[in-house]
């Protein structure tokens, strides 16, 4: 936000010392980003003094040239000049050698001695706009003859000159969004610094009256929960024309153009008291009636900018009795705003809810300097008195009279907040004890009254624009952000608490499980919590009547909050793939969101895994390596290991979003894995196969808090190693023949594993041949070959009588 320094001496009556105020301010909470000098005409006009022309005669090389010399007071010199109406004997500003001009552009040029068609010149007579005291250009400028020759031309014309200085406001600082709202934090932070509490000079407006009524506008409010207060009053007899300079400067040096006399004191009233006003072209509203209300869904409404917007059902519209004028706190409309021709106006003061004004700007993609204020909250109380201070600045810039009462429909009043803070509470909070006197001192100067004090507190009453005040908590942060921060003391000693956790927190194991997987080569991400509703609407297992919608959402992409974090991570590899990243592995820890028709909210957290393109790049080693479904699978159970989670039992599942898939299971389901869909994979641009795992955290949770792992040594004797390779029917899995294995043998088989998997040629149709590892350990003794043979006999009849296996 872009503030005048000139401007906040309006309020309070203070040295000029801008870097001492800028400092004040960022200690206050205003962070100063920025200070910038501002000239009403750029560069002050320095090097421009008032010229006499002696001569003026025609170049001997040039048809529209002449050749004058001009008495500058301490010299007289040559200029060339091709003005049409330069004559000897007039008195005219003239740009001296080394003298800084700036073109409509605000481009810097210097004026540098020259020759002109064989014809020295020394300077440079100028014209209105080269000057920027106006835009003509049809000749230079004459100045009056009782200007003396010599006199530098910024003495003339007034040059104000201001500082602009940039603040960083955060959202909560509503209060702040004026002028007089950043000079009463200025004045407290002075009162602390000085002892002394300044005059707050306000803006006076005791000269408003009403000259007659002659055009009364009724107003209707039909929403008065988006409208709590609605204020107007007509003017008529009025002149629409340029600003004076005062205002045009006031409103250039914080980046506004000014447009005519009145749009000009609507936006000056805003930036100074922080009430945002609109006026309406009383010839324009039918009916001579204002109805606030909202109007049918898909209206179509033409704004100021000639776009037309279909309305929703919710947006509250200004209206007369046939259409609507504007769209409520933040645009006007094409056709009632103020031209030309404009004789007389409806001034509207009004305060809108914010919640309201933010769902409308949002939706139509607007953010006015009349939104960015009712969306965080004006002063309710102020809307009258600012109404009156524009009437004023009217009647004053553009003539006219006021031809009605004002109409103030505020049927519920928005009540003070009133808070009680001990000082106990504060000493506290603060680390410190700060002088009674100087806490109350603190508060008056921010409006915040003390109604009561007692040796145990104070009671206050908070004006209702300090909409983020409203707790002890919230009054002791005023308080020590005007007392200062850094006047609070660092104590002499650290207190610091020691905490324990148990090694089976979630942080912790979460922790364990992603240096797992970095281990393996993945990368963590972290997407958004709110998604885009279009995506639920991919499939019916995610279902649009369990979705969490945001009651405000900043956009359509982020308006509910997800129910999978499949949509994250599509979004994510898209993002890499269109930038030419294919082969990626990913990982995730978050929460997905869910609302039943019992109206019970749930958060179930998730660890997602996705893979696409290659393990490895193509090298001289080898060639590439696809991450398939197996090398998927293989870092769930690698992460599940890590857990300690040995003991999984899989079975296919269908889910709408794979196209083929596995769950696991550990007495519950705690995960499913599979290859994406290419359903799903389509709608976000990716034409490669994408695999992905999505594990049930709170399940993983839950099994690692509850089970204990016994600890046991490591092996004294020697592991001993045996393979078969079966011929098998293409139905049996693995998992069927490792589970007949070690039931066949408990005691001394430990593993078994499946290092090769062959179907082809050579083989008999409806066979394929599984390449088996067996581990067999004693823990008291060596395994002799008479033993391992025994147990492989075993296991390997379990296997051709269960199974039908064949040893090849």
């Known amino acids: ?67 004058t010399t001009v008495n500058l007071g301490e010299k007289t010199v040559q200029i060339v000049c091709g003005a049409p109406n330069v004559e000897a004997g007039q008195k005219v500003p003239v740009a001296t050698i080394g003298t800084v001009l700036y073109d409509v552009k605000g481009e810097a040029w210097k004026i540098k001695k020259g020759k002109i068609r064989g014809e020295e010149s020394h300077g440079m007579i100028c014209a209105e706009d080269e000057l920027g005291l106006g835009e003509s250009h049809d000749g230079i400028l004459v100045l009056d003859d009782a200007c003396e020759v010599g006199t530098p031309l910024s003495e003339i014309y007034k040059i104000e000159q201001d500082h602009v200085i940039e603040i960083g406001l955060t959202p909560n600082r509503a209060d702040a969004m004026s002028h007089m709202g950043v000079a009463r934090d200025l004045r407290a932070g002075l009162a602390v610094e000085t002892g002394e509490l300044t005059e707050f000079i306000t803006p006076s407006v005791s000269s408003f009256h009403v000259d007659d009524r002659t055009l009364r506008i009724d107003v209707e409010v039909e929403n008065p929960e988006k409208a709590p207060r609605y204020c107007g009053v007509t003017l008529t007899g009025l002149q629409v024309k340029e600003s004076p300079e005062w205002l045009k400067n006031r409103l250039k040096a914080i980046g506004l153009a000014p447009k005519n006399n009145i749009v000009d004191i609507t936006n000056y009233v805003m930036h100074e008291l922080g009430q945002p006003l609109h006026a309406f072209d009383a010839n324009k509203i039918t009916g001579n009636k204002i109805i606030v209300k909202t109007v049918e869904k898909d209206t179509p409404f033409i704004t100021l900018d000639g776009v037309e917007h279909k309305l929703h059902e919710e947006d509250l519209m200004i209206c007369d009795d046939q259409k609507p004028l504007c769209i409520a706190g933040v645009y006007g409309g094409e056709n009632s705003g103020v031209t030309e021709g404009t004789t007389s106006i409806f001034l509207e003061s009004a305060y809108f809810d914010p919640v309201s004004v933010r769902k409308t700007a949002k939706r139509h993609g607007f953010n006015t300097d009349a939104s960015f204020r009712f969306e965080r909250g004006i002063d309710p109380n102020i809307t009258e008195y600012a109404l009156k201070r524009a009437v004023t600045l009217i009647e004053e810039c553009a003539g006219g009279h006021v031809s009605s009462d004002i109409v103030d429909h505020y049927p519920v009043k ?128 995610i279902s649009a009547d369990n979705e969490v919608r945001m009651l405000n959402p900043l956009s359509s992409d982020l308006a509910v909050m997800r129910q999978s974090l499949i949509y994250g991570g599509l979004e994510a590899i898209a993002y890499n793939i269109n930038r030419r990243q294919e082969d990626l592995k990913l990982f995730e820890f978050g929460k997905s969101y869910h609302q039943y028709s019992s109206g019970q909210f749930t958060e179930q957290q998730h660890l997602t895994l996705f893979t696409t393109g290659n393990v490895h790049s193509n090298s001289w080693i080898g060639g590439d390596q696809p991450a398939d479904f197996f090398y998927l699978k293989g870092a769930v159970t690698a992460v599940l290991n890590r857990l300690g989670i040995t003991t999984l039992n899989e079975k296919a599942t269908k889910l709408e979003f794979l196209g083929e898939g596995i769950s696991l299971n550990s007495g519950a389901k705690i995960a499913d894995l599979g290859v994406i869909s290419k359903k799903f994979t389509r709608e976000f641009g990716i034409d490669q196969t994408v695999h992905y795992a999505n594990i049930y955290w709170d399940e993983i949770i839950k099994l690692v808090q509850t089970e204990n792992k016994p600890i046991t040594s490591i092996p004294k004797f020697p592991v001993v190693q045996r393979d078969f390779a079966l011929l098998v029917n293409d139905e049996v899995s693995f998992k069927e023949l490792q589970t007949v294995a070690l039931n066949a043998e408990r005691k001394l088989l430990k593993e078994v594993k499946l290092f090769d998997v062959y179907q082809g040629k050579n083989l008999p149709a409806g066979k394929k041949s599984y390449a088996l590892s067996f581990s067999l350990l004693d823990e008291n003794k060596t395994l002799t070959d008479k033993q391992i043979d025994k147990v492989m006999n075993k296991i390997q009849q379990s296997l051709e009588k269960q199974t039908g296996a064949v040893l090849r």
């Open 1 to 67: 936000m872009r503030v005048s320094y000139n401007w906040i001496k309006q309020f309070i009556n203070i040295p000029h010392d801008i870097d001492k105020h800028t400092a004040l301010l960022t200690s206050l909470g205003l962070e100063v980003e920025g200070v910038e000098k501002f000239e009403s005409v750029k560069g002050g006009l320095q090097g421009v003094v008032v010229g006499h022309v002696e001569t003026c005669e025609k170049h001997p090389n040039a048809d529209k040239l002449k050749i």
């Open 414 to 541: 928005l009540e003070d907040h009133e808070v009680y803070v001990t000082f106990e509470q504060i000493n506290n909070l603060i680390g410190q004890e700060i002088p009674r006197e100087e806490i109350t001192t603190i508060l008056s100067s921010l409006e915040i009254n003390v109604n009561h004090a007692t040796d145990a507190g104070i009671g206050l009453t908070v004006p209702a624009y300090r909409n983020d005040v409203t707790r002890p908590a919230d009054v002791i942060e005023e308080i020590l952000r005007v007392y200062g921060y850094d006047r609070i003391e660092v104590g002499t000693k650290l207190n610091a608490t020691i905490a324990t956790t148990s090694r089976k927190e979630n942080n912790r194991i979460q922790n364990i499980a992603a240096q797992q997987l970095v281990g393996l080569g993945f990368y963590e991400m972290m997407a958004n919590s709110l998604t885009a509703e279009k995506y639920h609407h991919l499939g019916e297992q």
